[in-house]
């Protein structure tokens, strides 16, 4: 049983903490791997101690993963598509309930969990067209006079998901979702830091009548997530998180020749063209880079910006930067919230400190906030050298580094200027330019004079070392299937 440290933890008695969802059931963990302490971001008081499943649960849910494996990869599409709705019915009726936990565990705003769990509702819904528009087989065409050629798109069969805490309901949503509609049976490792929000989703399936062992929650850390992969039964891992454990998952998955999609990190520009609206650019900057506290994998945390506007640039965003209000999700008035944890918490302030050491300019911010909870203040460093670590590392926080620009070729070298390529901004009111610059940007999602929009039919996922694979849209899709190409006589066909 979970042991409570704060009068807080009374909001969360309906949260099945300290089990697995296994086999459409609750059930004691098999074994514990540690304990782990939830947050309150908003005050830095622990919620709750849970104690984290351990291998023997994470080996238990792949077991019933696949006793439902047959079954499940040959039900009706149109039988999927059905349960999929019904995932999004239930998840839009404890709506208000999702948001109250991300706001309380994530320190989320609560328009950013809203937009966290409704998000999540959408990608239910797209999935659940997607799954009742599937077809048996796909005529391809004559293989040669005599001959016939179809394609069939088969489930890849038994999923490990793993998914970091920053959108917890959505980047789950992402996995979950595709993998039920193309027919294969998942298990799940949210992560530990966010598990309020995330176990809810055991008392969905159970609700929206999934079947037993199509979806499997495993609460534990690390060494879970590790036995999710290195585990024969499996066929394709699906992660989203870190490099530095990403490269992990890939090279473990290599040893089975799992199918893998990672969703890595980011350190992605926002370039701003000499064309613009300042106050309407502000604006833009700082949506890329204060929502969610700057915790976004997409967040435009390098400002590329037109020489012969900076200074006054710099100017308006210092004053928009300090008339920003921090402060508690559950406070309505609040723009932007806390870290997600003393880790987090820890790790904004090192870069800061480097800052500090590297001598860089800070515009505003730089420092914690005094008081209780994971309070930074929003930062900006200008004019920062692309050798800063501050330039070149993703911080995934509140924290953005600019530098000047004096052609749009620079602009497009300084863009490129990264390991990373997941997303990129570009604002100028030359639209054929935008089209340029963002041909030649290397990201997986752009946009032009806009925030950062991300639709179902879409794509998501990142060029260079932001990851492989796209999740969303049809190919996020794909990324749960196989393709068997057949050919037959021409009298064979359907
Ligand atoms: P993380 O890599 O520390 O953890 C991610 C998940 O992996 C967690 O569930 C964790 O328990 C698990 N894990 C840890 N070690 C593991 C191992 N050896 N094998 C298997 N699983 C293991 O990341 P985080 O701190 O939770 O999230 C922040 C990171 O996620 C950032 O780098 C961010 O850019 C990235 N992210 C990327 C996207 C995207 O779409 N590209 C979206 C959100 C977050």
């Not at 074994?31 to 994470?58: K, M, R």
């Not at 598509?81 to 999004?88: E, F, Q, Y």
């Not at 800061?352 to 900006?380: R, W, Y």
């Amino acid at each position: 049983m979970p042991s409570s440290a704060d009068p807080d933890a009374s909001k969360i008695d309906d949260v099945q903490l300290g089990q697995c969802y296994i086999g459409g059931n609750w059930q004691p963990l098999a074994e514990a791997d540690g304990e782990q302490e939830l947050f309150n971001p908003a005050t830095g008081a622990v919620l709750v101690t849970v104690p984290l499943a351990g291998v023997a649960d994470a080996k238990q849910a792949l077991v019933a993963a696949g006793e439902a494996n047959g079954k499940w990869s040959q039900t009706a599409p149109a039988e999927r598509g059905a349960m999929l709705d019904r995932i999004a019915d239930e998840f839009a009726a404890r709506r208000e309930r999702l948001i109250a936990l991300s706001t309380l565990n994530n320190g989320k705003l609560r328009v950013e969990a809203a937009i966290d769990v409704d998000d999540a509702i959408a990608s239910y819904r797209y999935y659940a067209d997607a799954a009742r528009a599937l077809q048996p087989r796909e005529h391809i065409g004559a293989a040669d006079d005599q001959h016939q050629l179809y394609r069939c798109q088969v489930p890849v069969g038994i999923s490990s998901l793993i998914v970091p805490w920053n959108f917890p309901m959505v980047t789950t949503a992402w996995k979950v979702a595709p993998a039920l509609a193309a027919g294969c049976p998942v298990v799940l490792k949210p992560s530990e830091v966010t598990l309020l929000p995330e176990l809810v989703l055991g008392d969905i399936a159970s609700a929206a009548g999934v079947p037993a062992g199509v979806l499997n929650i495993v609460p534990g850390g690390a060494r879970v997530g590790q036995a999710m992969v290195d585990n024969p039964r499996v066929r394709k891992v699906s992660f989203t998180g870190s490099n530095a454990v990403g490269e992990q998952v890939m090279q473990n998955a290599a040893a089975h020749m799992h199918k893998i999609s990672l969703e890595l990190g980011g350190k992605s520009p926002i370039v701003v063209f000499d064309d613009v609206d300042l106050d309407w650019a502000v604006a833009q900057i700082m949506a890329g880079i204060f929502f969610n506290a700057g915790q976004m994998c997409s967040a435009t945390s390098r400002l590329v910006v037109a020489d012969a506007i900076a200074d006054d640039l710099y100017a308006r965003l210092k004053s928009a930067r300090e008339a920003l209000r921090v402060g508690p999700g559950s406070d309505d008035a609040s723009v932007m919230g806390p870290l997600v944890s003393p880790a987090q918490f820890a790790r904004v302030q090192d870069y800061m400190q480097i800052a500090q050491q590297e001598n860089l300019h800070c515009l505003s911010g730089g420092h914690a906030l005094d008081g209780k909870g994971f309070f930074v203040a929003p930062t900006v460093y200008a004019d920062v050298p692309t050798t800063s670590r501050l330039w070149r590392e993703e911080i995934f926080g509140p924290v953005l580094v600019s530098t000047r620009c004096n052609s749009e070729e620079e602009a497009i070298a300084l863009a490129n200027d990264s390991e990373f390529g997941l997303a990129a901004t570009v604002l100028s009111a030359d639209v054929e330019r935008g089209w340029r610059v963002m041909n030649a940007i290397d990201a997986g999602a752009q946009w032009l004079n806009g925030e950062q929009l991300v639709v179902p039919a879409g794509g998501w996922g990142g060029l260079k070392h932001s990851g492989i694979g796209r999740e969303l849209g049809t190919e996020g899709l794909q990324a749960y299937q196989e393709s068997k190409y057949i050919v037959v006589p021409n009298n064979a066909g359907p």
